[in-house]
């Protein structure tokens, strides 16, 4: 009888899983602690169904690339058994390296080392582990496989990964304008002199794919409540990280603490089960428990993540004036009997940058019915045109309005 398992999975309904490597894979410890890593960090404290995780989001993906790779077989695009299933691999493990609260945390914990850095180790470690099973999906990964329309499956401007995570977010924050023809426009991909793209009939559904990216990065995961949340939550392990670094005694010991302290700077690549004992929940246990920490600005910060006493923010498109930031922190040191450094985290300025479509790096190419390939921002009547392709940046102050 032919392998098979079913998960059902709120926005897709039933996922199948018919390889049992890929079901090997999926029960691994290292995929499993995705389950404790939220897929939009903070933003449950903005929009309260943001709860969903790595995990699920992983699996969504998946799904859409199995959707993908059925299409394009259908069209008679040569795709082998073990494309098929490295493709699917790749797609599964793409998030395996992010660090607690997703993006949100990445540059704190783990300084200089992206997160495609770590999901590549993780799978290379995995792939000696299932004894080199996974090596086409890893060069599918580095897009070093031949066929190049693998790897755009999953790292382009239209990947599945983009396709499932405003699915999914859309549909977990209840923000309609999120919601995008996925179907549509997995029906309408091509394979053209080896590159991806999608059929003319697709346009509108392409149009409306970068538009909801666009809304959704404003209106939820660039929304100034959100961002804020985000922001402490950034601060916080900064101030730990000063106050550990100076009286390690002070921050209780577990994995955390050596990320915290830089124990493993430079050797992550030798430290890989370590990065997969950390998730959400140890970030949480620790934010609760420096409430009560004895560092003004590290107690401030963590109450008002844990009791939604956020930071004021405000967005403006031109930079923050440094007379009103420097006013903003003298009022922190008043109002909290702080000093100059640890005002700092509590009133600070930052820039908020969303690009809709980027032209000039990997394109989404339209093939039309007499074999011309044009981009989406170049077609007739473009919606996309080249001033949406421009980046959008806001500049932001965050400070603490009144004492808690």
């Known amino acids: 009888m032919p392998f ?5 999975d709120p926005v ?11 079901f090997d894979i999926v029960s691994h410890p290292w995929y499993q602690r995705l389950r404790r890593i939220k897929q939009m960090a903070l933003a449950h404290l903005v929009y309260p169904g943001a709860v969903h995780t790595r995990l699920h989001h992983s699996l969504g ?23 098929d299933r490295g493709a699917k691999i790749a797609i599964l493990l793409h998030d395996i390296g992010h660090g607690p609260f997703s993006h949100a945390l990445e540059s704190v914990l783990m300084e200089n080392v992206h997160h495609e850095e ?18 086409t999906a890893i060069d599918i990964f580095k897009g070093q496989y031949p066929k190049q329309f693998l790897h755009q499956l999953i790292s382009g401007q239209l990947d599945v990964d983009r396709m499932d995570y405003l699915t999914r977010d859309s ?8 919601v995008i023809g996925y179907d549509r426009i997995l029906k309408m991909l091509t394979v053209h002199n080896g590159a991806l793209m999608v059929e003319e009939k697709a346009i509108y559904s392409i149009e409306k794919f970068l538009v909801a990216r666009r809304l959704m990065y ?26 550990g670094l100076k009286n390690p005694g002070s921050i209780q010991e577990g994995v955390l603490k050596m990320f915290l302290l830089n124990q493993y700077e430079g050797r992550i690549a030798d430290n890989l089960e370590a990065f997969c004992r950390l998730d959400d929940t140890d970030i949480i246990a620790a934010i609760k428990s420096w409430c009560h920490h004895p560092d003004k600005a590290l107690s401030l910060l963590c109450n008002g993540v844990m009791d939604r006493h956020l930071l004021k923010v405000r967005l403006q498109n ?6 009103e930031l420097r006013y903003a922190r003298e009022q922190a040191m008043e109002n909290f009997n702080v000093d100059e450094k640890a005002a700092a985290c509590l009133a600070f300025t930052g820039i908020a940058e969303n690009r809709t479509y980027n032209p000039f790096d990997e394109k989404i190419n339209i093939l039309f019915k007499n074999g011309t390939v044009k981009d989406i921002s170049q077609v007739d009547n473009a919606l996309i045109q080249h001033n949406l392709s421009s980046p959008v940046k806001k500049f932001y102050i965050c400070y603490f309005k009144q004492p808690l």
């Open 12 to 22: 897709y309904g039933f996922i199948t899983i018919n390889d049992p490597l890929i």
């Open 171 to 178: 549909f977990f924050t209840g923000v309609n304008e999120g």
């Open 4 to 8: 098979r398992k079913i998960i059902n």
């Open 61 to 83: 993906a998946y799904h859409l690339m199995c959707n993908a790779l059925g299409e394009l077989k259908s069209k008679g695009f040569d795709i082998s058994r073990e494309e």
């Open 118 to 135: 770590l999901s590549l180790l993780l799978m290379e470690a995995l792939n000696r582990q299932f004894n080199g099973s996974l090596q």
């Open 218 to 243: 404003w209106q939820v995961y660039l929304h100034k409540t959100v961002l804020g949340a985000e922001m402490s939550l950034v601060k916080i392990l900064e101030r730990a990280r000063e106050v």
């Open 318 to 323: 031109e930079p923050i004036p440094e007379n």
